[in-house]
């Protein structure tokens, strides 16, 4: 979930391992198109964008690094790298920028000029050579002149721009190579080059959900918007590679049926199918890999083997067929335990010029306040300049700061003791107010003290620390929740919790792929789906409810199920229609809703609804979906009336807890004053009869006087 350092640019795709599943390999397989039915449209990307972010470099010296792989050699001319840099107007010479490629420089540019620069670099030779191929962009700045005068500023910097890319002309689409090793690669997709997940007509739950799970898994490999989930009926045009989700027997347009026909065959019963086939229309053509079961249940039961890299890893040759997914290690820690690597950090050395990480980010649990004693745990070496017993001039202080949601803790590196082997081993407390009731936890590593500004001392010295990534966070449960109360600062959790069942039921009428796919990528926690059901409301057994956390999409008219627990949901329906003036809402102006509360069938689960009031056939949006990702909002219902508005009953909530506490102060204010008064009250009749009895007594003792 960050921006690494190498940044990477795939030009065409190595392959990966060899498969330990069963394996058929056939010859290629060519479908020819008919171009009155479908176009394809397949554009050869020869332009890569380096980052999607602006890259800071700060001098006096600074370096970014570029990937990219050939599986052939590129003998075209015209291949190049072009930059957009802007830089600070403080730079003077001998300030500049280098290019190395696989460490050899190609083209150095001095970056003493005013304005903002295109470099553009040709690239020949060994850097069109099949193979992987690493791209340095240099940085040494000045900003003083003199003898000795200290470089490091704020003011010495140079920017590589998002507008940068890497020319190199694509190889051709149709090279014939049907291997499944290129899973999932060939089907990340592009802007140019949208990957179409295809689903019949009219799929079964089973079909939609595969589909639905196959392209959340793609979409999150790459950048937004570059896979889509579209029946058979609505496909007029290919951009890029397709892939064909569904039964044998599930598909009705001529082209769908085309591609598969002679795959058919093959299936074998209760088999999940995969292999690749070219679709061809004159001289352009695309791939589509074709995902096939005698019957739904069977790609349903194995369809993480295209979601789970512990499966698609393994792909080689043109056919696989599975009946059974092996099992494979959990990635996902039960005892509250996350590695850096869980988390998506490498090993990491820490230096003069690479003195921090990029930040990472964590889904935290749910229950927050269940965690007992959070902790780092780090593992790492550091080189000899940094032990305490190295007492030279040039010692200093050196930390290590690990920023959890921007609250730095710090270690004094020389004083770390290590093993006999030079490891070290640390354990950093965690406030738990640092990430009480927050859905995200954000982690980044920084230094202090590695680089040695000595302008006059000639220094061969390279002071680094070196961050193992099965480091750790602990972040152990007690198991008990605190509060049963449900609120949207923790979504999507705990619908996305994977130890949990959730139940996802749409309307009848369904709703739109693409609105169903924007709704699984927010419940993916680390490119990961919880235990999930997708069902029609018609198809559901109300006993099925009791089993999980529920997101209803539509309200009481698409779910009858919701009507008896009418009086049971925080949001008022009066003729199907939601009361949500009384959580403080101008009905009138919300076009999304959506509410969040305990399963009324099962309290130990969470229920969400979402539903629009627009009239159109839309539940919700993304933004709406995106809003709910990332509220910090105490909330249990959220309206969205327009593009960025939106707006929660927490405000209600608050007053309505500041009532309550109210109410209990004056409830006990009534009982410490009725106490008093029966306190005093008891007073008296003690004070009475104590008056009675000494009277009493008086007249008892003056009785017996008169008698004597």
């Not at 598969?260 to 001289?283: A, K, N, R």
């Amino acid at each position: 979930m960050s921006k690494k350092k190498i940044y990477y640019v795939v030009i065409i795709v190595l392959f990966y391992l060899s498969s330990s599943f069963p394996i058929e390999v056939f010859a290629n397989k060519m479908i020819e198109i008919d171009e009155q039915s479908i176009q394809i449209v397949h554009k050869e990307v020869t332009e890569q964008t380096l980052t999607n972010e602006p890259i800071e470099l700060y001098g006096p010296y600074a370096e970014a690094q570029f990937y990219y792989e050939l599986d052939a050699d590129v003998t075209a001319e015209n291949q190049y790298i072009q930059l957009e840099i802007a830089k600070s107007s403080l730079l003077i010479d001998p300030s500049s920028m280098t290019i190395k490629v696989d460490e050899e420089p190609i083209y150095t540019e001095s970056l003493s000029d005013d304005d903002i620069e295109t470099v553009k670099v040709p690239l020949e030779g060994a850097a069109l050579a099949e193979g992987g191929h690493l791209i340095t962009v240099s940085f040494d700045g000045f900003v003083k002149e003199g003898i000795c005068v200290p470089q490091y500023t704020t003011g010495n910097w140079m920017t590589i721009l998002t507008d940068s890319y890497l020319h190199i002309q694509s190889l051709p689409n149709n090279t014939g190579d049907l291997s499944l090793s290129q899973y999932p690669k060939s089907y990340i997709g592009s802007l140019e080059n949208q990957v179409l997940v295809v689903i019949p007509e009219s799929p079964s739950m089973e079909t939609l959900q595969s589909g639905q799970m196959i392209a959340n898994f793609l979409s999150n490999q790459s950048l937004e918007d570059t896979v889509a989930v579209v029946s058979e009926q609505e496909v007029d045009q290919i951009n890029g590679n397709v892939i064909i989700v569904g039964g044998t027997e599930e598909f009705e347009t001529a082209w769908v049926k085309k591609a598969i026909e002679g795959e058919i065959e093959q299936v074998e019963p209760e088999l999940l199918y995969l292999s690749q086939v070219q679709l061809q229309q004159e001289d352009r053509a695309v791939q589509a890999l074709i995902v096939l079961g005698d019957n739904t249940d069977t790609i349903l039961k194995n369809v993480e083997l295209l979601t789970n890299n512990q499966y698609y890893e393994q792909f080689s040759g043109e056919i696989i067929q599975v009946s059974e997914l092996p099992t494979t290690m959990d990635d996902e820690s039960e005892d509250g335990e996350v590695t850096f690597s869980d988390i998506g950090m490498p090993d990491v050395e820490l230096n003069s010029l690479h003195t921090k990480t990029e930040t990472y980010y964590y889904a935290l649990p749910m229950e927050t306040s269940t965690i007992q004693n959070p902790s780092i745990e780090l593992n790492l070496k550091r080189s000899a300049t940094l032990t305490s017993e190295k007492d030279t001039e040039l010692k200093d202080e050196v930390e290590l700061l690990v920023l959890i949601n921007e609250i730095p803790h710090s270690v004094d590196v020389r004083a770390l003791e290590e093993d006999e082997n030079g490891n070290i081993h640390v354990v950093i407390p965690i406030d738990l107010e640092t990430i009480k009731s927050r859905s995200l936890l954000t982690l980044r590593v920084e230094t202090t003290g590695l680089r040695m500004d000595q302008s006059c001392v000639a220094l061969d010295q390279n002071r680094w620390i070196y961050l193992f990534n099965d480091s750790k966070l602990n972040l152990k449960a007690s198991g008990d929740r605190e509060s049963e109360e449900k609120y949207f600062n923790y979504f999507p959790k705990p619908f996305a919790n994977r130890n949990e069942e959730l139940i996802l039921v749409l309307p009848e009428q369904g709703i739109a792929n693409g609105d169903l796919l924007a709704l699984f990528n927010v419940l993916s926690t680390s490119n990961r789906l919880p235990v999930m059901k997708l069902k029609q409301t018609t198809e559901l057994e109300e006993d099925e409810l009791k089993n999980g956390n529920v997101i209803f999409i539509g309200s009481l008219e698409e779910h009858k199920q919701l009507v008896p627990f009418k009086e049971d949901l925080i949001v008022h329906y009066e003729e199907g229609v939601p009361q949500l003036s009384e959580q403080g809402f101008i009905a009138s102006e919300v076009r999304n809703y959506g509410f969040i509360q305990a399963n009324p069938w099962n309290e130990h689960y969470s229920m969400v609804v979402l539903d629009s009031l627009d009239g159109e056939n839309q539940y919700f949006s993304k933004d709406f979906l995106s809003y709910l990702q990332y509220t910090e909002n105490v909330a249990s219902v959220a309206v969205q009336t327009g593009p960025d508005q939106f707006f929660t009953n927490s405000m209600q909530l608050e007053q309505h807890k500041t009532d309550k506490r109210e109410a209990k102060h004056e409830a006990n204010d009534t009982n410490t004053v009725v106490w008093a008064i029966g306190f005093i009250g008891l007073l008296l009749v003690i004070g009475i009869l104590i008056v009675y009895y000494m009277k009493r007594r008086k007249r008892l003792h003056s009785d017996n006087e008169q008698n004597e």
